[in-house]
């Protein structure tokens, strides 16, 4: 597929995971895609060796943009690598597991701030490129269904992809006079690298049972719902919500 041809796309977080799927995935349908991930990450240009095996181009740009300078010098930098940045797919993200009661206060501040306060350094500078530019554009956030359920144990997390949801929505509405769409992802739970150092193998193999649709997702099939809501296909969406979850919302209910 080419309906992503001559644009030019920024995934952070693409070394593996969900942002490795989306960088694969927008580069499958025609993207040339700049790939970020913390400086030092071993998974870059792996990740990079696979877009270049299809044909796809790609350029890697590691920044720290869990803070400010460090999504300054990203968005500078992907801008100079292609001449531009028509996308992007904002995936940053920091979990931690512990009991509310017990739940360090420093701790909690890094996770919202690595989860939600980078989405909002990364866009808004995103954004500010593409007015200067003349308008139009996509944003794509990567939220998690912790968004609407308050998994125990995941405070922050929870409290982050709720805050993200809201934010996008509200950027959705100040950027449409630019023609700019902003829309959101809610993954389900997904096979990343993490989640199986997290939980181990036979845990996902017996949570994926009873998931309705059979199998946990993955990051594949985020990254083809980012792949479309970047397409002129959804032009017409803008401040959504796309639960990508094989009814994981659901589960329960069966």
Known sequence: MTRLADRIALVTGAGRGIGRGCAIELARDGADVVLNDRPGSADLAAAADEIR????????????VFCRSGCEELVHRAAAAFGRIDILVSNPALGHRSPFLEYDPATFERVVQATLVAGFHASQLV??????????????????????????????????????????????????????????????WIDTPGERQTFGEDYLRAGAAKLPWGRLGTPEDIGRAAAFLASDDADYI?????????????????
Do not use: Q
């Not at 968004?147 to 950027?175: F, M, V």
């Not at 803008?238 to 069966?254: C, E, I, M, N, Q």
């Open 53 to 64: 095996s299809f044909g796809g181009k790609c350029e890697i740009a590691a920044a720290d």
């Open 127 to 188: 954004a500010r490129h593409m007015v200067a530019r003349g308008g139009r554009g996509k944003i794509v956030f990567i939220s998690s269904v912790h968004a609407l359920s308050p998994y125990g144990g995941c405070a922050a997390y929870n409290a982050a992809k709720a805050g993200l949801n809201h934010l996008a929505a509200s950027i959705a509405l100040e950027l449409a006079p630019h023609r700019i769409n902003v829309n959101t992802i809610e993954p389900g």
């Open 238 to 254: 803008t401040g959504a919500v796309l639960r990508v979850d094989g009814g994981f919302w659901f589960k329960d209910d069966r």
